[in-house]
């Protein structure tokens, strides 16, 4: 059960560029240049995102209003 919660808390590229309304090339592109959240890169060549990876990147990029 731990290993399907564990599953769940990680995304796929695609539900990544889903949730953020971007290609697959513009997540590849800021994955180049080391803009994109933080990825896993499985055994099997799959490329993963952690949930809180995710979150704490995106909190990275929010505007403070002044």
Same mark, same amino acid.
């Given at each position: 059960? &731990? *290993?399907v919660t564990r599953l769940r808390a990680m995304l796929t590229i695609p539900e990544l560029c889903t949730e953020l309304q971007i290609s697959r090339s513009t997540f590849? $592109? @800021?994955r180049a240049k080391r803009r &994109?959240?933080?990825c896993i890169t499985l055994p099997?060549?799959?490329i993963r995102i952690r949930r *809180?990876? #995710?979150d704490r @990147? #995106? $909190?990275s990029h929010e505007d403070v209003a002044s």
């Open positions: 059960m &731990a *290993t590849y $592109e @800021w &994109a959240p933080r099997n060549g799959s *809180t990876d #995710l @990147w #995106l $909190e």
